[in-house]
């Protein structure tokens, strides 16, 4: 980020992306550099993408509280979209962008929005990240890929890194010959924290709060939630809580995932419901969740979930992956949530 590289950076679902870009922006910032993170979630059109990321840069540029207002004017004056300025009760300032006042191809809107990042960093680097990455291949006919490469392509000295879920969307962005943003820029496939830090970093929070956690338990606890970060501190919460006494016991950790379970049952019943249109969605994720498994081919595995043929499978599966209910990792496909599993378990 510092050298002006961009990064795509790739996990499913809770595995720490955002976590993880933003501590190296606060890094960058610490050394001096100028950042802007923008969240593409919400964005569901071209103008509502360069709105997200023009607010973004202006936010990140104008920065903490109290800033001169020269400097906003300054700002203002090299982009050509008028922002809404709003003052709080503590002087600090906010700048809202609509995307109905964009009137101007949204291209340029991110090139100005780039080019206001750059210059107010100066010599010092600059870094754009654009979370939620995956949402542009849903927007416009053809998807935005190709245009972000534009982009990329055009800006100098500055990085940008997208980060994204949904592997599958990740992936056809950024890798192989005909992906729009091959070889563009460092790609990083997140993996899950490996267990003897995360497992250390379990006990030494429990320890904070005045409990006794030990490695076995703790790593009890790393498994039971598929290694998944979010997953892992949502059970070593549930966990803490569950325990009686100031050690936690093992026992706890299967207490804690039945709380958990527990809590998320309403949600897990609206997701498998909304599946109704497609049983066959519903009994594969069912079979997954009794085993993972490398064998979606198998006349055995069709015979389980009552499917005519591979194709079935495929399509199947390409629905569940989109709506990030199962996984693939490496070549084993399993249930997202290790807690969705259970439920699914025991239903
Ligand atoms: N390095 C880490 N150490 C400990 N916990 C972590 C770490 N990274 C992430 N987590 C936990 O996982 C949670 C989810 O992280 P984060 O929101 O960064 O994931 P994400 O990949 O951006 O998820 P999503 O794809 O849903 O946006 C965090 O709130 C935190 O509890
Ligand atoms: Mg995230």
């Known amino acids: ?51 997200t990321i023009l607010q973004a840069v202006l936010r990140g540029v104008l920065g903490k509280a109290g800033r001169a207002r020269h400097s906003l004017e300054s700002i203002l004056r090299q982009v050509r979209i008028t922002p809404k300025v709003s003052f709080g009760q503590d002087g600090s300032l906010d700048v809202g962008i609509d995307a109905r006042s964009i009137d101007m191809p949204w291209q340029e809107v991110v090139g100005d929005a780039i080019g206001v990042l750059r210059r ?102 790393y498994h039971a939630a598929d290694r998944i970060p979010n997953y892992v501190q949502q059970l070593a919460l549930a966990v ?52 993972s498994t490398t064998s979606v081919y198998t006349r055995a595995f069709l015979d389980e979930v009552g499917v005519a043929n591979a194709n079935a499978v495929t399509t199947a599966l390409r629905a569940l992956d989109g709506r990030e209910l199962v996984v693939r990792r490496g070549k084993v496909w399993d249930v997202a949530d290790p807690f969705l599993r259970r439920w699914l378990l025991e239903s």
């Open 120 to 221: 107010s960093a100066r010599r010092e680097p600059a870094v754009l990240v654009l979370d939620e990455f995956q949402v542009v291949a849903g927007i416009g006919r053809q998807g935005l890929g190709g245009a972000f490469k534009a982009i990329a392509d055009e800006v100098s000295s500055t990085s940008i890194v997208f980060t994204g879920s949904h592997l599958s969307i990740m992936e056809r962005l950024t890798k192989g010959h005909g992906a729009p943003l091959h070889g563009m820029g460092e790609r990083i496939v997140l993996d899950v924290v490996p267990e003897e830090p995360m497992v250390a970093y379990l006990c030494e929070r429990a320890e904070a709060v005045g409990r006794q956690l030990d490695v076995s338990t703790a790593t009890a606890i």
């Open 240 to 291: 803490l809580e569950a325990a009686d006494e100031a050690t936690v016991r093992p026992r706890d950790v299967e207490r804690g995932v039945a709380t958990v379970v527990e809590r998320e049952a309403s949600t897990f019943a609206t997701q498998f419901e909304d599946l109704r249109r497609s049983p066959a969605q519903q009994r594969i994720l069912r079979a997954l969740a009794r085993h």
């Open 1 to 51: 980020m510092r050298s002006g590289i961009h990064a795509f950076v790739l996990s499913p679902r809770r595995y720490g992306k955002t976590s993880l870009a933003r501590r190296a922006l606060t890094l960058v910032e610490e050394g001096g550099g100028r950042c802007a993170y923008a969240n593409l979630l919400f964005a569901t059109s071209e103008t509502e993408l360069a709105a």
